[in-house]
C-alpha cells in the first residue's frame, strides 16, 4: 500500500532518547485493517527501522499522530 499512497510527515517531535512523535499525513485514505500495516511501513522507511509503533491516534482519514519508541 505504501507504493501508492504518498505521505508527507508534518511534525516530528522528540520526547527523548528513545520517544518520538509524529504527525503524518497520507494522500489517501487507508481501510482501518490496513492503517497499522501502513503505518508501521511509513516509520520503517522514514526512521530507517530503528523504531517501532507504540500508539497511533487518528485525526481525519488521512490525518494520524503516531507514538514510537527506539527498538532496543
Do not use: C, F, W
Not at 1 to 8: F, P, S, V
Not at 14 to 33: C, E, F, W, Y
Amino acid at each position: 500500500m505504501l507504493d501508492k499512497n504518498k505521505h508527507i510527515i508534518l511534525k516530528d517531535h522528540s520526547l527523548d532518547a528513545n520517544h518520538r512523535i509524529l504527525t503524518v499525513r497520507m494522500k489517501q485514505a487507508v481501510s482501518p485493517g490496513e492503517l497499522r500495516t501502513t503505518l508501521n511501513e511509513i516509520i520503517e522507511e522514514e526512521l530507517s527501522g530503528n523504531y517501532t509503533i507504540d500508539k497511533h491516534t487518528t485525526y481525519t482519514d488521512t490525518m494520524h499522530r503516531v507514538s514510537v519508541v527506539r527498538k532496543s
